[in-house]
Each structure stands twice: as structure tokens, then as C-alpha cells.
């Protein structure tokens, strides 16, 4: 199936630090769409971004629309435990009703 | 406002059965959405309705159908049920096409039911 790419595969970081993290796709889209997802959870929608160049903060969190419109970026600030778990991008061409996702994130922080 | 619930939340099939999954979107959303994710394919798109039409379909033989009941409650079924259907199944809505962009675009997922089939 069709998936985006995301990168890193999986992170560890130290408490306190930051971390980013990209997703990149070969379409356009108008929509990018951040979660994380806890084992044996469903994801939980962390940022939603519209338009080319947009930069959204969610606390901690901030993303950011890539002005080709191919890619997205987040970022996590001073990261706690609780970070832990699968981060995914999620995007949307014109046109359809359909979100690709990412391969995901996995984040692992070192207390 | 309680979230996007699906039921059951853990189901055991054997290989030739089939099953059915429940999904209740958040109140007011008319748009619910089904994927299907393991870990090798991670996260797929199987379908998405919005007032009881299917408007876009993803890449799943026939054996994987869903509908959507007029209060928006969606259900999807997957008939002769194969070793690699063992997945987590999650649902997501979406609200109203109301012009408001924001409200149209930001999907919500429940939990997922995690169908294994032995």
C-alpha cells in the first residue's frame, strides 16, 4: 500500500532534549495531519496544518507545512517520558477524501 | 463530547469466518473513515463514507465491505477471514462539510479492535 515517508524510523533521545522529525511525499498536498499513536491505542490527532508554509504549535509540539507542499516537519521541545510511542504524518491531496500515512516514528525517551 | 467508540475492541476469528466491526463517530460528524493497520504495511486506507455513500475506496480485495447507517454509525465486514487480515482495524471521523475547512479535514480515531484470525 501507499505510505509516505517518514523519517527517523525510531529515535532515542535524553529527557530534556528535542527531537524532530519529517515526512516526505512525491504528490502535493493541501493537508498535513500529525498523531501519536500508545500501544494498543488508536492515534491521537496532535496538529493539523493547511497551507504551504504554516506553522502550528500544539505546548511542546510544533509543525510546520513545507512550502513545496511535499513534506512536513515536527518537532518536539524538551521532551519528557511520556513522549514515548509512534509519531505519524498523515497527508491529503485536492481531490479526495483519502489521508496516506506515514511509516511512523518510534520515540523512545531515556529518563 | 465522547470520542469515536468501536466495538469490540478485541475479537479471535478462525480462517474462513467472517466479521463484522461496529464504529460510533464523534456526535455531528457524518464522515467515517476505516483503515487497517500491521506492522509490516502500517497504516492503509480501506474506505470512507459520508452519508451513507462510499466516496473513496482503498486498495482491498472484495472481501473487505463497510456501509454507513443514517445516524452515521459505520459498520464494515470481512468475509472469509485469511491469516493476514490479523490486524488492528481503526475507525475515524470527520465533521460536517461546512466550509469550515478545519472541521472537514481533522480526523479522530477510536480505539481499533484487534482482530486476530487463527
Known amino acids: 500500500g501507499q505510505q509516505l515517508n517518514q523519517s527517523p524510523q525510531s529515535m532515542f533521545i535524553q529527557e530534556g532534549e528535542d527531537v524532530s522529525m519529517n515526512c516526505t511525499s512525491s504528490?502535493?498536498?493541501?493537508?498535513w495531519l500529525w498523531y501519536k499513536q500508545d500501544p494498543g491505542e488508536g492515534p491521537v490527532l496532535l496538529i493539523a496544518?493547511?497551507?504551504?508554509?504554516e506553522l502550528t504549535s500544539n505546548g511542546r509540539l510544533t509543525a510546520q507545512f513545507g512550502i513545496t507542499r511535499k513534506d512536513s516537519f515536527l518537532n518536539i521541545s524538551a521532551s519528557i517520558p511520556s513522549d514515548v510511542g509512534i509519531y505519524f504524518c498523515?497527508?491529503?491531496?485536492?481531490?479526495?477524501?483519502?489521508?496516506?500515512f506515514g511509516t511512523g516514528t518510534r520515540l523512545k525517551v531515556l529518563a | 463530547k465522547a470520542g469515536v467508540t468501536q466495538t469490540p475492541r478485541y475479537l479471535i476469528k478462525t480462517r474462513g469466518q467472517q466479521v463484522t466491526l461496529s464504529c460510533s463517530p464523534i456526535?455531528?460528524?457524518?464522515?467515517v473513515s476505516w483503515y487497517q493497520q500491521t506492522p509490516g504495511q502500517g497504516l492503509q486506507f480501506l474506505f470512507e463514507?459520508?452519508?451513507?455513500?462510499?466516496?473513496n475506496k482503498g486498495n482491498f480485495p472484495g472481501r473487505f465491505s463497510g456501509r454507513q447507517f443514517s445516524n452515521s454509525r459505520s459498520e464494515m465486514n470481512v468475509s472469509t477471514l485469511e491469516l493476514g487480515d490479523s490486524a488492528l482495524y481503526l475507525c475515524?471521523?470527520?465533521?460536517?462539510?461546512?466550509?469550515?475547512?478545519?472541521?472537514?479535514?481533522?480526523?479522530?480515531f477510536g480505539p481499533g479492535t484487534r482482530l486476530t484470525v487463527l
Open positions: 475515524a471521523s470527520s465533521g460536517l462539510t461546512s466550509g469550515d475547512v478545519k472541521l472537514y479535514n481533522e480526523q479522530f
Open positions: 498523515a497527508g491529503r491531496g485536492s481531490g479526495t477524501y483519502k489521508y496516506i
Open positions: 463514507y459520508f452519508s451513507e455513500t462510499q466516496r
Open positions: 456526535s455531528g460528524h457524518r464522515s
Open positions: 504528490s502535493i498536498f493541501n493537508t
Open positions: 496544518l493547511y497551507k504551504a508554509g
